[in-house]
């Protein structure tokens, strides 16, 4: 069946770069993506990949795919404060509908 | 432009009780989800609309669970009778159209403490 796993937690300094990790077992997966929560708020679309493109960047973020491994990555350059978080990763595959990894909290150290 | 908007925010009721949550999507959606979080999860689909249609509900617990979008916009999901474990965050999204590449657009959700 479809899974997608992420590690629990990842605590940074402000200033250096966050590197959150995400792998999933639909090799028929389309779109991959990440999405940002607040405490206390609904799920914020942060960015999206293609399955047929390696890296896609947008502003401080980054996503790297390996599609042979089935890894997806966002690195955060010049990580905030205001970027602590919990992180989703989901994929879309075969099915079209979203299946989401268990999030990664982001704490970001001042 | 308006989001997702959800109501109610927070809901604490007593197990055999009913509940009730509501969801207007963003003007101009056609495809309405509900899913359900649970602490410490990432959310999972109950059930996807594309306009009055529901076109998958099969993670929806039909003995408990109903949903309904009578007009292809804002739509409703009750619970009857709630169950301890029915204790989660109820998240609605919606996309403007069902398809390969549709970005899906979150409410704030409706956190639902049932005692």
């Known amino acids: 069946g479809e899974d997608v796993e992420q590690s629990l937690f990842l605590s940074v300094r402000e200033g250096d770069s966050s590197v959150i990790n995400c792998t999933y077992t639909?090799?028929?997966?389309?779109?991959l993506y990440w999405y940002k929560q607040e405490p206390g708020a609904g799920l914020q679309l942060l960015t999206y990949?293609?399955?047929?493109?390696d890296m896609k960047q947008d502003q401080r973020l980054t996503v790297l795919l390996n599609k042979k491994d089935k890894h997806l990555s966002l690195r955060i350059a010049d990580t905030q404060t205001g970027d602590s978080a919990i992180y989703f990763c989901a994929e879309k595959g075969a099915t079209n509908k979203l299946i989401f990894g268990t999030g990664t909290l982001l704490a970001v150290q001042p | 432009e308006a989001g997702v908007v959800q109501s109610p925010r927070y809901k604490i009721i007593e197990k055999k009780q009913p509940v009730a949550f509501w969801c207007n999507p963003i003007s101009g959606h056609n495809t309405l989800y509900w899913y359900r979080q649970n602490l410490g999860q990432g959310p999972e689909l109950l059930i996807r609309y594309e306009n009055e249609e529901a076109v998958d509900d099969s993670q929806l617990p039909k003995d408990r669970f109903s949903a309904e979008r009578l007009k292809g916009v804002d739509s409703t999901l009750k619970i009857q009778p709630a169950e301890l474990g029915d204790s989660a965050v109820y998240l609605c999204?919606?996309?403007?159209?069902?398809?390969?590449?549709?970005?899906?657009?979150f409410g704030p959700g409706t956190r639902l403490l049932v005692l």
């Open positions: 990949i293609f399955s047929n493109m």
């Open positions: 639909d090799s028929s997966s389309t779109y």
């Open positions: 999204a919606s996309s403007p159209l069902a398809g390969s590449g549709e970005t899906q657009y």
